[in-house]
Every structure is written in C-alpha cells, then in structure tokens.
C-alpha cells in the first residue's frame, strides 16, 4: 500500500476540486463509483434509519439514501474538506432536504458522536485517502449501534496477477497528479476487520481495468 497524502494536502486536493468532484468522480471511474455506492444503499438504508455519512464529500450516498427512503431517513455528512461540505449544503438547498442532511465539519478519526449513535455509517471512497484506514472503522464501529451496518466502499488491487499488474501502473501514474488521483490508493482493509469483533456479510469486488472497488457490508454484534 503506498503512502497517504498528508492531511494538508488531501484538505488542498478536495477544496480545489470540490466544484467538479461529483462529475469528475463520475466520468473518471466509468460510472462505477456510482454502483458501488447504489449497491450498499439498497443493501443497508432502510425507512427512518439515522445515518453517518464518514467522509461523505459532498453528500452524494447520503443523498441517494434519502432517495430510496423517499426522505424517511436523516443523514449526517461528516468531511473534513469544508469546500466539499459547502458544495453538499447547496445540492442540498436546492434538492429542499436541508433539513434531512446536515454537514459537519469532523475528522473521521474522532466522531463527534456518542457510541452507538447511527443504525447505519456509510464511508464510500473515503478510506482510501487515510492513512490508516483500519483505525477509521474502529472509530465508525464505535458510533453505530449494535446490530447496526457499516458498508464501505473502496479501491482496491484486483487478485488476478495481470489485471492487477496493469492496476498497479495506472495507479502509479496517477498518483503523480494529486488533484486527478485524488489521493485514492488501492486498499486492503479485510484482514484488519476479521481481527474486530464484527462480521463481514459482504465481501465481493467491482469493477473493470483499471478500476476496482471492494465493497464490504459489517455487522456491529
Ligand atoms: C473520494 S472522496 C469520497 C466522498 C464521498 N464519500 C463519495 O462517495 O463521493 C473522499 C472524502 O474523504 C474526505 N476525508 C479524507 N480524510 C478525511 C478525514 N480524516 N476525516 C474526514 N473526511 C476525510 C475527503 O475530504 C473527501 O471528501
């Protein structure tokens, strides 16, 4: 796994690109990201349920959950990229759901919420750019409440030995722009996660060359 981009700079990365990030995150991985994110929607958000969106941008799978709750449900976007966070307040303003989303301002690893807050926590794509992702789920698992889901979303490296090799070189080229690779890096969060005491109700990979998103569905006991 390679190196993080420090905090600074990935706070650079997302308030410069925050105006275009939802279409730029759209074209630039073939529309994929958009199916990672519908498939843990519909696998995790029910009716009512109070939900954290940890790393959530600009609100894009908090959006689409109120979508499938037809707005019986209310989100917490929590960013630490306040550009992103002012881009989701207007969607939001616009859309007339300011009151079912609001936006704050937080670092993933300290949740400003008490343990077991949320019947969900949704982080799509944001594990990626941290760099320790395994203490990010322990502080998510710590706000959702027992029984509840946590579903992430997340690049990662493909197993097979080619695939993976071309992966590799794209990742390496673009990991030398910041503000295109967006300080994303292939992951492996499965190993961490067996060690904690929760359990894994999906695990499958998607994607294409050279993109890959492992999504992961965990059971808090
Ligand atoms: C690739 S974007 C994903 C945004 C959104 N979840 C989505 O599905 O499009 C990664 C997000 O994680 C946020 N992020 C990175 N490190 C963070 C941290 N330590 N605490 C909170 N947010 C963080 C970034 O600011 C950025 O908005």
Known sequence: MRTALNINKLNTVYNKTARYYDFYHRIGTFGLDEKGRNYLIQHLVKENDFILDAGGGTGRSSFLSLKLTRGHAKAVVLDQSELMLEKGREIAKKAGLSDKIEFINADMYSIPFNDNTFDKVISTYSTCPLDNPANAVIEML??????????????????????????????????KFPRLSLGCRNIELVSDIQKLNVSIETNKTIGFIPFYFKILIIRKP
């Open 142 to 175: 710590r706000v959702l409440k027992p029984g509840g889901l946590l579903g992430i979303a997340h690049s990662t490296n493909p197993e097979n030995k080619i695939t993976r090799w071309i992966s590799t070189k794209f990742e390496n080229l673009l990991w």
